[in-house]
T-cell receptor, first 114, second 116 residues
């Protein structure tokens, strides 16, 4: 079990640029989640996938955000036309589809928009 | 919608002393409850979770938590803290549908400082 991995760990970009983050879940985990954590706050849920299907999206996920999990394994989160308010830690988690199963979190990608 | 309140932003405890971190939730039914810990540069690590049954749950690193339905609380405790316990602690609630977990709702966290 190698755990949830995320790439890159850090990203600095200029306002208006597009960025893409990748998450590799624990193998055999069917569910994959994205969260955003700003400084001094707890993580906020963005969206989750069951296999390749995106089942829920938070109202926090504006039109500039898009997430995919094309083959039901890794996932990407893209932010278009970044804004300074997008600066945050983006966390990925995965779990099995089993009642009451734990979500395991990756180390996160820290985004800074200048 | 469910919500989680952690009323203490910062808590300072002497090494070896006991610890209690408070968590209150708001939800129409009994949600699933979690405590996670986050150390600098580290991902969120699950300390313990409650779904049903015994209201006192044991976790890793000597932590325990007690679910009190009447108070809508799920407070985290440790009888004797170690300097390595210094970290950010998050309480979270979750819903389950289709057999798996939906997105978790987290509190804002409590920053634990350990005094020598």
């Amino acid at each position: 079990d190698t755990g949830v991995s995320q790439d890159p760990r850090h990203k600095i970009t200029k306002r208006g640029q597009n960025v893409t983050f990748r998450c590799d879940p624990i193998s055999e985990h069917n569910r994959l989640y994205w969260y955003r954590q700003t400084l001094g706050q707890g993580p906020e849920f963005l969206t989750y996938f069951q296999n390749e299907a995106q089942l829920e999206k938070s109202r926090l996920l504006s039109d500039r955000f898009s997430a995919e999990r094309p083959k039901g394994s890794f996932s990407t989160l893209e932010i278009q036309r970044t804004e300074q308010g997008d600066s945050a830690m983006y966390l990925c988690a995965s779990s099995l589809i089993v009642a009451a199963e734990t979500q395991y979190f990756g180390p996160g990608t820290r985004l800074l928009v200048l | 919608a469910q919500s989680v309140t952690q009323p203490d932003i910062h808590i300072t405890v002497s090494e070896g002393a006991s610890l209690e971190l408070r968590c209150n939730y708001s939800y129409g039914a009994t949600p699933y409850l979690f405590w996670y810990v986050q150390s600098p540069g580290q991902g969120l690590q699950l300390l313990l979770k409650y779904f049903s049954g015994d209201t006192l749950v044991q976790g890793i690193k000597g932590f325990e938590a007690e679910f009190k339905r009447s108070q809508s609380s799920f407070n985290l405790r440790k009888p004797s803290v170690h300097w390595s316990d210094a970290a950010e602690y998050f309480c979270a609630v979750g819903l389950y549908s289709g057999g798996g977990a939906d997105g978790l709702t987290f509190g804002k966290g409590t920053h634990l400082i350990i005094q020598p």
